[in-house]
């Protein structure tokens, strides 16, 4: 919609004067003359009648100056709508992550986040190992906290950010011999039943914590393996197995389960956060620029 012309007419139609109408539009005379041709072409009749003495509408010119009117305001609250909706999305992040829903090392993180800038919705999902990265890359979320290993295939078009390496410990039920422990070892959990998330869940990233999970000890091939986290706690919950998990994942406030600090450092997962490079979202750089203070 070419709208300057529209403007010109509705400003001849209000005025009847070329001269006056020109510069109440800030233009010269014979800019407003032409303008007003090009649309009478367009509209293929006459909208003004000229001659030395006035101009007047015609009777289509009339038509046109009510439509125009009602036209302009239309495009205009179309235009702001279009923009308040973009801000909205501006104000919006959506964020992907494994583990716990209630992960302590969110939880602060979140709630300092949303305390600094409470007109940005936050959105969160929790998602399998291996389906964040495709989900940033698919701008299903802005950004996700994942392991370090599931970057391999991250490619140039993903940014990253470590934030820190995470040790194991082990979730037991409360009824367990083992907890009352100040800490394990390799020797306390050799005859215990395991349970984990399956090696087919995000096989990159499963496959490389399976690996350190076994020189630090913890022989995971031995035990059960499972869909998904939730289903493994189930088990711990029920005293079914013991299940290795990154300390951070520890859950607060449980009746049913405690958990444990495993002795060693070979067992371990390094903490990215991942975003998709050229968005350029304030509300993502606004977490993200959170995240490094």
């Not at 038509?63 to 308040?84: G, H, M, P, S, T």
């Not at 950004?143 to 040790?167: N, Q, T, V």
Request: glycine share 6%; with cysteine.
């Amino acid at each position: 919609m070419d709208t300057h012309k529209l403007q010109c007419f509705l400003r001849l139609a209000e005025e009847l004067h070329f001269s006056r109408a020109a510069e109440k539009q800030c233009m010269a005379q014979s800019t407003m003359s032409q303008q007003i041709r090009n649309l009478e072409e367009e509209v293929g009749t006459p909208l003004f009648i000229r001659n030395n003495r006035k101009v007047e509408l015609t009777q289509a010119g009339s038509y046109l100056k009510k439509e125009f009117f009602l036209l302009l305001n239309q495009y205009d609250a179309v235009i702001r709508e279009a923009r308040r909706i973009a801000g909205e999305g501006e104000n919006k992040l959506t964020i992907g992550y494994h583990g716990p829903f209630n992960w302590i090392y969110l939880s602060s993180i979140f709630q300092s986040f949303k305390s600094s800038q409470p007109h940005i919705k936050l959105s969160l999902m929790m998602e399998n190992w291996g389906d964040i990265l495709d989900k940033v890359k698919n701008k299903e979320i802005d950004l996700g906290f994942l392991e370090g290993s599931e970057l391999d295939d991250a490619g140039k078009i993903i940014e990253s950010r470590f934030l820190f390496r995470d040790y194991i410990c082990f979730a037991l039920h409360k009824s367990h011999p083992l907890a009352v422990r100040p800490f394990l070892k390799e020797k306390d959990i050799q005859n215990e039943p395991l349970v984990m998330v399956d090696i087919s869940i995000g096989r990159r990233s499963i496959e490389m914590i399976h690996q350190r999970l076994i020189k630090g000890g913890i022989d995971i091939r031995k035990g059960t393996l499972m869909k998904n986290f939730e289903s493994c706690m189930a088990m711990v919950t029920t005293g079914v197995a013991i299940s290795p998990m990154p300390r951070s994942f520890k859950q607060e406030n449980q009746d049913e389960i405690v958990f444990i600090d495993y002795h060693t450092e070979d067992a371990f997962v390094d903490i990215h956060m991942a975003w998709l490079k050229g968005n350029s979202s304030a509300s993502l750089k606004a977490f993200i620029d959170h995240i490094r203070q």
